[in-house]
């Protein structure tokens, strides 16, 4: 994983630098894809929060969507705007602590594949795992979100079984976001969870 290396996926190829999160090696990313590529998005604004390697965007925005992808990493940023050139797609791409350098706008999409581990990350190549010890990132990406949204957005996250779910959907629900179970993917050593997460008041399970 620590090797780069090119992988071609779904007809379109990808160059995985050095810690970047590998789209060939974890399902996350390619069923947060396809959950994606299931919406009309031709057209549509989706904004990709930690993009690594620009897997999604490349696809979303060879789909023709208006894409704009943002990843702490410097690496991952580089290598989403190769991929992006690779591809031959156009996307917007922005190195960003989540929302502290995104300049305000909505969204017709938003997809998140986020850290999940309680532990504060010590290099760049970690923020893809930990979301620090006390969920730091959640606490952050949810109390914003609003600002990023409007009222016929939709929010996708795709979570392992893994991870701390009932922690991270209470995080949530103080900031009056609930979640909605929208797909169950299960692998040979794990299932994910696609959820859409939505304002207080409208459909959830949290």
């Known amino acids: 994983m620590k090797r780069g290396r090119m992988v ?13 999160f590998h789209p060939g090696f974890f399902f996350s990313s390619k069923i947060l894809k396809s959950e994606l590529l299931r919406h009309p ?3 549509k604004t989706v904004l990709d929060i930690g993009s690594g390697s620009g897997f999604i965007s490349v696809f979303a925005a060879h789909h023709e969507a208006l894409v704009t992808a943002i990843d702490i990493s410097r690496a991952a940023v580089g290598c989403t705007l190769k ?12 190195q960003s602590d989540l929302w502290d350098q995104l300049p305000p706008e909505t ?21 893809a795992w930990y979301c620090g010890e006390n969920f730091e990132y959640f606490n952050t990406l949810f109390k914003d979100i609003g600002s990023y949204i409007h009222q016929e957005s939709k929010v996708m996250m795709v ?31 794990e299932v994910n969870y696609i959820f859409e997460i939505n304002p207080e008041g409208e459909k959830g399970d949290l």
């Open 83 to 94: 991929n992006a050139e690779i591809n031959q797609v156009q996307l917007k791409v922005i």
């Open 41 to 43: 998005i031709s057209g």
């Open 8 to 20: 071609k996926i779904g007809g379109l190829r990808f160059s995985v630098s050095d810690g970047v």
């Open 107 to 127: 969204y017709d999409y938003i997809v998140i594949n986020p850290p999940y581990y309680p532990q504060n990350p010590e290099k760049e190549s970690q923020h």
């Open 159 to 189: 979570l392992s079984e893994d991870c701390q779910i009932e922690q991270i959907k209470q995080i949530a629900n103080t900031f009056d976001l609930q979640f909605a179970l929208t797909a169950t993917e299960k692998n040979f050593w």
